[in-house]
């Protein structure tokens, strides 16, 4: 998986939690307002929990890959 696809999917889901109330309680008041119930809370933490360690792998991923490309641009002289 690729670290783009992991950061859509953690936008995804805030948003997701966002438009519910169950999760996230929105005032046309004013932002001072709006915040995230306790569910939501531990729904962000659950969230970070399961893609937080698929993001890290996918920079590894990313990080390997460059790093095999700068060897091997090395070794070709460029």
């Known amino acids: 998986m690729l670290r ?3 950061e859509r999917m953690i936008v995804g889901s805030i948003k997701e939690l966002l438009r ?3 999760y996230f309680y929105h005032s046309n008041v004013g932002a001072d307002y709006c915040h995230l119930t306790e569910e939501g809370k531990s ?3 659950d969230m970070i ?3 937080g360690s698929r993001m ?3 920079i590894e991923k990313e990080d390997i890959e460059r790093s095999k490309q700068l060897v091997l ?3 070709k002289g460029k």
Do not use: G
Request: cysteine-free; charged content about 30%.
């Open 4 to 6: 783009q696809d992991v």
């Open 20 to 22: 519910d109330r169950q």
């Open 43 to 45: 729904a962000i933490i």
């Open 49 to 51: 929990n399961v893609l």
């Open 56 to 58: 890290l792998i996918a």
């Open 73 to 75: 641009d090395e070794l």
